[in-house]
């Protein structure tokens, strides 16, 4: 069976420090994953998925097969950044993790 | 970027009535479009894929005859919560895929909030 896991729930960091979230899947084929955020009294948003290896707002995230991990990591957080993200893997529908709540303290 | 809708935005009802959510797909047409239901600091759980002429497929556990959805057009889905009760009080998301078949990138609508009463 499909499942995400994103162990934190609440990630507190200080602004221009830097940041990972963490997120393990589990799949036995070949995945798609994604992370998608969602800001204050906003909708969820595609923020990046593994296939178009891009940054986006300066955020990266790697797929390591070997340890089933998609960490999204970003290297100095803006407070802009505070939102709740979901990482998300993909066979044929999206199954998400619990997501985890960012707060960017100044 | 593509733009999904749902309405209305809050729904208040008595217990045992049917409420009914649209979600709309404004500026593209959806082939495929999925239905989520959020509780409070929960994650979104999948709910059914509705797709365009054919009928929903629904996750394990989730009701058929309870939560009836219908997409009748290539911009429309429906999601009806029939015969309500305080329980099925939640936060109801849909997506739509500019894809049929693998998802791709999904757009969210803003969400439903149901409270019954």
């Known amino acids: 069976a499909q499942r995400v896991t994103q162990p934190e729930k609440l990630l507190s960091v200080f602004k221009g420090a830097p940041v990972e979230l963490k997120c393990n899947y589990s799949y036995s084929g070949s995945p798609e994953l994604f992370w998608y955020v969602q800001y204050s009294r906003q909708r969820l948003q595609l923020l990046l998925r593994h296939i178009s290896r891009e940054s986006i707002k300066g955020f990266t995230a790697d797929l390591n097969k070997g340890e089933t991990s998609f960490h999204l990591k970003k290297p100095f957080a803006q407070e802009e950044d505070s939102a709740m993200y979901y990482c998300a893997l993909e066979p044929q529908k999206l199954v998400f993790g619990q997501g985890t709540r960012l707060t960017i303290n100044p | 970027g593509a733009v999904v809708s749902q309405h209305p935005s809050r729904v208040i009802c008595k217990s045992g009535t049917s409420v009914k959510i649209e979600c709309r797909s404004l500026?593209?047409?959806?082939?495929?479009m999925f239905w989520y239901r959020q509780f409070p600091k929960q994650s979104l759980m999948l709910m059914a894929t509705s797709n365009e002429g054919s009928k929903a497929t629904y996750e394990q556990g989730v009701e058929k005859d309870k939560f009836l959805i219908n997409h009748a057009s290539l911009t429309l889905s429906t999601l009806t919560v029939t015969s309500a009760h305080p329980e099925d009080s939640s936060f109801y998301i849909c997506s739509a895929s500019l894809q049929r078949g693998n998802t791709g990138e999904l757009f969210f609508g803003e969400g439903s909030r149901l409270t019954v009463l």
């Open positions: 500026d593209f047409q959806a082939t495929t």
